[in-house]
């Protein structure tokens, strides 16, 4: 295993679109031991990308179990991921180990129904919510090129509902 | 290395003063930082980091044709400042509610003493004149956890029930 360089922007590889996986080998498995390396590595890291990487197959990991009181499944490995149906949306703040020193809104669905297959092939499906769907909405995102600089929402006129904690005066 | 400068320039809004003022900048060598630039109460305001000069003197003999043409206020400062310093907020709170004096100085006032370290505040005033309305998004970090920050709302609540408090989580996700 090793630990991989990770592309940071302007790296124009980073905006390129990733190919389906189509052998399920022993080199698909280094990628994702490597991947899961770079990702752990990273400070707060709960996703990576291939593409992150420059190893443009569509190809992620998400891990969300360490952030306290989510529901989430663990570790996912998600090869050839697709968004089967989506709902609700939410603003909420991202930042990308592809993109250093930069923060930004971006509105992502709440609620996501996806199918992925495994490092051995295998097809299952997800529904996902919250924190882990945005992380996933993030990282497929990569696969097609997008960064969520490419869709940050203005910081003055945010419009959108998001869940939040709303004071009464009953107490 | 050279030093930044934080410019302002305030005055009636105009088309083409962004456009103007940047380009004689970048003609003259300067390079652009962090910015903001926006319309308040038919005004424009610019506060922009500047670099690429020596001196305070050099910077306002650059500006001062264009912001006496714009009829601009110009100030400039060197600043200690520098680029990559982002602190991350934490909390975002949103108060609204019929306008009257004071909003600010109470929200913040009890939000500062609970620990918050505001890092963005925009306001904004919307409804008729015979009614209008006070809008406050605060972004910031709460150095003293979340329930000090609840409990000040809570407070502010209680005496003055009929405003609408939020309180909410940024959670950050890093991928
Ligand atoms: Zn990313």
């Known amino acids: ?59 992620v990991i998400v891990d969300v179990s360490s952030k306290p009181k989510i529901s989430h499944h663990g570790r996912l490995i998600l090869i050839n991921p697709e968004i089967l149906d989506w709902e609700g949306f939410e603003i909420g703040r991202e930042g990308c180990m592809s993109v250093p020193d930069y923060t930004g809104n971006v509105v992502r669905a709440t609620h996501l129904q996806l199918v992925a297959q495994d490092e051995q092939g295998k097809e299952h499906k997800y529904t996902m919510e919250g924190y882990e769907a945005r992380a996933v909405q993030h990282e497929l995102d990569h696969l097609d090129g997008i960064l969520f600089i490419d869709r940050l929402v203005s910081r003055r006129r945010d419009l959108f509902q998001r869940k939040s904690y709303k004071k009464t005066n009953s107490s | 290395m050279l030093p930044w400068f934080m410019v302002t320039l305030v005055g009636q809004d105009q088309a083409g003063i962004v456009a103007q003022v940047t380009n004689l900048l970048y003609q003259n060598g300067c390079h652009l930082g962090e910015a903001s630039m926006l319309r308040l109460g038919g005004n424009f305001t610019i506060m922009m980091m500047v670099g690429g000069m020596d001196s305070t003197e050099v910077l306002m003999q650059i500006l001062r044709p264009i912001a006496q043409k714009l009829h601009l206020h110009l100030h400039v400062d060197k600043i200690e400042g520098q680029l990559h ?3 991350l907020p934490d909390v975002r709170v949103t108060v609204y509610g019929a306008d009257r004096v004071g909003i600010v100085a109470q929200v913040t006032s009890a939000l500062a003493a609970a620990g918050l370290n505001i890092l963005d505040l925009e306001s904004d005033v919307g409804g008729i004149n015979e009614a209008p309305f006070y809008v406050m998004h605060i972004e910031g970090i709460a150095t003293q956890g979340w329930s000090a920050l609840e409990t000040a709302l809570q407070t502010i609540l209680r005496e003055q029930p009929d405003l609408e408090v939020q309180l909410a989580p940024i959670e950050m996700v890093v991928m």
């Not at chain 1, 980073?14 to 990628?31: I, M, N, W, Y």
Request: charged share 20%.
């Open chain 2, 85 to 87: 310093q982002h602190q």
């Open chain 1, 1 to 59: 295993m090793a630990r991989l360089t990770l592309l940071t922007y302007p790296d124009p590889r980073l905006k390129q679109v990733a190919e389906p996986v189509s052998q399920f080998d022993a080199q698909l498995q280094l990628l994702v031991a490597d991947l899961e390396e770079t990702m752990r590595a990273s400070p707060g890291g709960v996703g990576i990308a291939a593409t992150q990487v420059g190893h443009l197959q569509r190809v």
